[in-house]
């Protein structure tokens, strides 16, 4: 993080982060959630940190109709602008290390937490060297109905390591929208990043996340979402980017009535390897979840879904679902669908499912009978299978999200 001057207790939850990283080895194929991602000939090691500029973030811009925007090129901050009634209601949106004096108690609650339960040494490498990132404070009661947009371009000289990270914690009742999107060039960086979303008592966030990093790049992301007593989250991932990708979103239901829904779509280009894992972890009552994640494999593609719904003795009325489905697109393609139940408690309603298969030629010969193409006829069936997870998104954010799934149809016919 260069020389950037941090609050004592910042650095001393660094150190910990740091002590916990010396103490794990990276992990291998003998760790069941890294059985099928194998991340011992990836040289990690051998990426270093950039050093990255103290300037003060530019604190005016336009929002160009949005809530709220924040932009960060290669770790440095280069635009912040909010609505000014959201600034006088209370709403803060500014670079992560600005927030830590003023927003001290829950940031700390936020790192801690996660420090203590890293499993893995990407986790605890993040929290310890975490370079950059966007804080979002929305105060309790207010309702936003723009979105807030954050920004990360992680195009840095090869070998580079970046460590975004995204905090958003929303007041009682409040409610907001966020879309993320992290991109990059084709140069060879390990971008490993994190986030911690925290919803207050009866708050709501809708969260769009994509990525989109260059072709030789490796993506690491832990994410983990507290919901409390009749919070509801909606979260969508949206992963194209990459030569590899390993993300886990964890979702912790803490309050009675409770809800999350982990929605994601992805598309492995050949050559590109996909592990995306899920868990909807149950702690209260009456809470409801869902996964739901579709994703299509270009010939010489390999992904990997793991779910995983875990009830605790407690969380009785749980109701709980997970599915994924994967589209092949060559014979070359591989996915694996791994979801799994832990469940502590027999007043539930949990299960889970999932389907890979190809296009329907039916549906194909359709098209071309009406006038289109086959190439154009393929990719209507595969937009369209992506569709209705991306159709509440804001538009911003579904229209980028559609161009980057037409890119990599139009890459593969070309081949």
């Not at 986790?123 to 929305?138: D, I, K, N, P, Q």
Request: charged letters at 25%; a negative charge; hydrophobic letters at 40%.
């Amino acid at each position: 993080m260069g020389q950037r001057m941090e609050p004592a207790w910042m650095r001393t939850l660094r150190a910990q982060a740091q002590e916990r990283f010396d103490s794990m080895p990276w992990p291998t194929t003998s760790d069941e959630e890294w059985r099928r991602t194998d991340v011992s000939r990836l040289g990690v090691d051998g990426f270093a940190a950039a050093e990255i500029p103290t300037a003060a973030c530019p604190r005016e811009g336009d929002t160009d109709g949005a809530a709220g925007v924040i932009r960060f090129e290669n770790g440095r901050c280069t635009e912040v602008a909010l609505d000014p009634a959201l600034k006088d209601a209370g709403v803060s949106l500014l670079p992560l290390e600005l927030a830590l004096e003023e927003f001290e108690t829950p940031l700390y609650r936020v790192f801690k937490s996660a420090i203590d339960e890293a499993d893995n040494r990407f986790v605890a490498m993040h929290y310890g060297s975490w370079s950059h990132g966007a804080f979002l404070w929305v105060p309790a009661e207010l309702e936003i109905e723009k979105p807030f947009f954050l920004d990360f371009v992680e195009d840095g000289p090869a070998g580079t390591l970046s460590s975004p990270h995204v905090v958003v914690i929303l007041g009682e009742t409040s409610r907001a929208t966020v879309a993320q999107r992290v991109r990059g060039s084709d140069q060879r960086i390990l971008c490993n990043a994190g986030m911690n979303l925290g919803l207050g008592d009866a708050s709501g966030l809708r969260l769009f996340e994509a990525q989109e990093l260059g072709a030789d790049s490796l993506y690491f992301r832990n994410g983990r979402a507290t919901v409390a007593r009749d919070a509801s989250l909606r979260h969508v991932d949206a992963a194209f980017g990459g030569k590899l990708v390993k993300t886990r979103m964890e979702c912790e239901l803490s309050g009675r009535g409770a809800e999350a829904y982990l929605d994601g779509v992805y598309y492995c280009r050949t050559g590109q390897h996909m592990d995306i894992r899920t868990v909807q972890r149950h702690q209260s009552p009456r809470a409801t979840s869902r996964a739901y994640y579709k994703g299509a494999v270009a010939s010489g593609g390999r992904t990997v879904f793991q779910g995983l719904i875990e009830v605790a003795g407690g969380a009785s009325g749980t109701d709980a679902y997970l599915t994924n489905r994967n589209l092949i697109l060559g014979e070359a393609a591989r996915s694996d669908s791994i979801p799994t139940l832990k469940i502590g408690n027999n007043d539930v309603k949990c299960s889970h499912g999932s389907t890979t298969g190809k296009l329907s030629a039916e549906e194909l010969f359709y098209l071309e009978s009406r006038g289109f193409s086959a190439v154009d006829a393929r990719e209507m069936l595969v937009v369209g299978y992506f569709e209705d997870l991306l159709d509440s998104a804001p538009e911003r954010f579904r229209d980028d999200a559609i161009a980057r799934i037409r890119e990599r149809l139009h890459a593969t016919n070309a081949a």
